[in-house]
RNA sequence: GCGCCCGUAGCUCAGAUGGAUAGAGCGACAGCCUCCGGAGCUGUAGGCCAGAGGUUCGAAUCCUCUCGGGCGCACCA
């Protein structure tokens, strides 16, 4: 994954968009440096001013020479805006600015035509050839079936989901995997704890297991296996004998429920890993025996470790316990391997901020089995807060006291949950605030997006309405053959730009893997829309005219919808 | 004690690989519906980017330290 891209070829650079306006004028950047005998910098800036009186697009490209050249960026710039040959294609001017800025304005053309691209085949226009094709497992949620998904599990799975169709859009092909950790002692204490409920079922005052999960699902599954199967189902004489049908049951109920609270999310997965599968298939032993191989594995005081402080950990770490049990951690190991093997050309994990300090000694693993540094990315997201009335709501599994992620799905709908679980980098901790989620207002931003969607679209069936035109009129096939020269207003122009830019920030985000970056484009843009829509007409007696509106607001409804579906996000027609 | 993340407007947060005068939403205040959806639009106020040094043509951004907040530091998972 290249997150530097190369400045080497101008006619195609690997990973941008062929047809995006940035990677055209980059391309022409180098090509004039060429011309001039002048090397390539190391880092080319090329990127839209905040200040529209800089121009279109701005480079700092005599600023990076100004180095190796040993010269004055501002003459530098200058001789290269000098040197600018008038050209019919692209660049319409050339100014220098500042300390050695070169600014450029675009012939309209340029957007007019980039707009035509969106309408004729949005994925096309969208797809970057980041990914060039070769695989990538996005392994995300993979929460243990001990109780319901909370909001914190809802941001990884909102996240996970998210990075993985920005990643099909940047030319991956992405498997998304849910890793369950069927195996550990978690889900004996669960086994115990459904026994138990089931237990005091019969007889109230059976005492419950120390540290159990005391939620209340765990007496809701006894009442129906009481209803199910009868009063008989613990042997008196040997209790233990039950345990592993508690066990497998309370397991199997949980795991439905978890793949139900997430189709109700709308997240998929293409498939569900089983950590007792690598006991199975000899994988654990194997990852061990590798590691040995390598010279990375020592015993002492009965315990077998993994040397991982010689490859980036600040501690070695124990593999094989003096019980002869493997540790957590090696299975992992196991499992990592297993992604490996399986062909993946790249594994990106989605894990909370609890389990920040597992990402040196797994990648400590990845390194002493011989694996690219890059090779595995792991995303760590900080935790939610839930706010309701100004207070935060408390968050445990295991005391019970939460709001499960169907809860918060059924208060707010999917839609709005996952806007506010991605709208915020995944790094910073995150205010959830219930009152503002459940506000069908101007308080939620999610709305915002979605109404520029919807309102555009009545603009089409107004026009339908109207009887003189007839849905063809409206499809974006038709609509890129019109004379979009006519979109000549300010807010016209600025609407096509940020159009234009959509390409190149889809593929950023996906190199980032910060879907958060979809969300600040989707309002950027749905701000302009509003203004737009404020300002003019769209529907008229001038038909050109109305025609090239028409095919503007149909590409940012077009945007709009394919932004949202990167998030996981419905875009209504109506609302 | 050590490690990771964070500290930007009253609140919630963006600020891309260091770039030009620091941005948005909400809240506050003042306005806009004979007109395609007012879930919209316009304007005003609000900042020593936690603090102090350093690197450089240039720092909210990189480095060091200090102060705050979160998380993690198991032969648990």
């Not at 993946?344 to 920040?356: I, S, T």
């Amino acid at each position: 994954m290249p997150s530097r891209l190369p400045n080497g070829s101008p006619a195609g650079i690997p990973g941008r968009p062929a047809s995006s306006v940035e990677e055209r004028l980059r391309a022409r950047i180098l090509e004039r440096l060429d011309e001039l005998g002048w090397p390539a910098p190391g880092e080319l800036a090329v990127e839209r001013p905040r200040d529209p009186a800089h121009g279109d697009w701005s480079s700092n490209v005599a600023l990076a020479l100004a180095k190796p050249l040993r010269r004055a960026p501002r003459a530098i710039a200058e001789e290269l805006a000098r040197a600018w040959q008038p050209e019919p294609g692209l660049v319409d001017s050339v100014e220098v600015a500042g300390p050695g800025f070169v600014n450029f304005r675009l012939r309209p053309d340029v957007y007019a035509s980039a707009l035509r691209k969106l309408l004729l085949d949005p994925d096309a226009y969208l797809r970057s050839d980041a990914g060039r094709g070769s695989s990538v497992i996005v392994e995300f949620v993979s929460s243990n079936p001990t109780g319901p998904l909370h909001i914190g599990h809802g941001r990884n799975a909102a996240l996970g989901d998210a990075v993985a169709s920005l990643l099909e859009a940047a030319g991956w092909s992405v498997t998304r995997e849910y890793y369950f950790n069927d195996a550990g002692n978690q889900m004996e204490t669960l086994g115990r704890s459904l026994q138990a409920r089931y237990s005091q079922l019969l007889d109230p005052s059976t005492s419950f297991p120390e540290g159990g999960y005391e939620g209340e699902y765990l007496v809701r599954i006894a009442e129906e296996l009481r209803a199910e199967l009868g009063d008989g189902l613990i042997d008196a004489s040997d209790p233990a004998a039950s345990l592993p049908f508690f066990q497998a049951r309370a397991a199997a109920v949980m795991v439905e429920s978890i793949r139900a609270d997430l189709e109700v999310f709308g997240v998929r997965f293409d498939s569900w890993f089983n950590e007792s599968c690598l006991y199975q298939e000899g994988l654990v032993e194997r990852a061990l025996e590798r590691l040995r191989d390598r010279g990375a594995v020592y015993e002492s005081q009965g315990a077998v470790w993994f040397r991982s402080s010689a490859y980036g950990d600040s501690d070695d770490r124990v593999l094989v316990k003096s019980s002869g049990h493997p540790t957590y951690f090696l299975p992992d190991v196991a499992y990592h391997m297993d992604k490996h093997e399986r062909g993946f050309a790249r594994a990106v994990n989605v894990w909370g901020a609890d389990h920040h300090g597992y990402v040196p000694r797994m990648q400590a693993a990845m390194a002493a089995l011989g694996y690219e540094p890059d090779w595995l990315h792991c995303i760590v997201y900080q935790a939610v807060t839930l706010l309701e009335g100004g207070e935060a709501v408390k968050l445990s599994t295991r005391k019970a006291r939460f709001v499960t992620l169907r809860e918060l799905v059924q208060e707010v709908g999917a839609a709005v949950a996952r806007y506010f679980l991605l709208m915020r980098r995944a790094d910073t901790h995150l205010n959830f605030d219930l009152d503002v989620a459940r506000a069908q207002s101007d308080e939620n931003p999610v709305y915002y997006v979605q109404y520029a969607h919807a309102r555009s679209q009545s603009v089409f069936t107004r026009l339908l309405a109207a009887g003189a035109h007839d849905a063809r009129d409206t499809e974006p096939g038709r609509l890129a053959g019109a004379n979009l020269e006519r979109l000549i207003l300010p807010r016209e122009g600025d609407l096509l730009k940020l159009l234009a830019e959509f390409p190149d920030l889809v593929r950023e985000a996906a190199v980032a893997r910060e879907p958060h970056r979809v969300a600040g484009f989707l309002e950027r843009l749905a701000k302009e829309f509003h203004i737009w829509y404020h300002e003019v007409r769209i529907l008229g007696e001038d038909v050109e005219l109305m025609r090239a509106r028409l095919a503007l607001a149909r590409g940012v409804q077009i945007a709009v919808r394919r932004g949202l579906g990167l998030l996981g996000i419905s875009a209504p027609e109506a609302m």
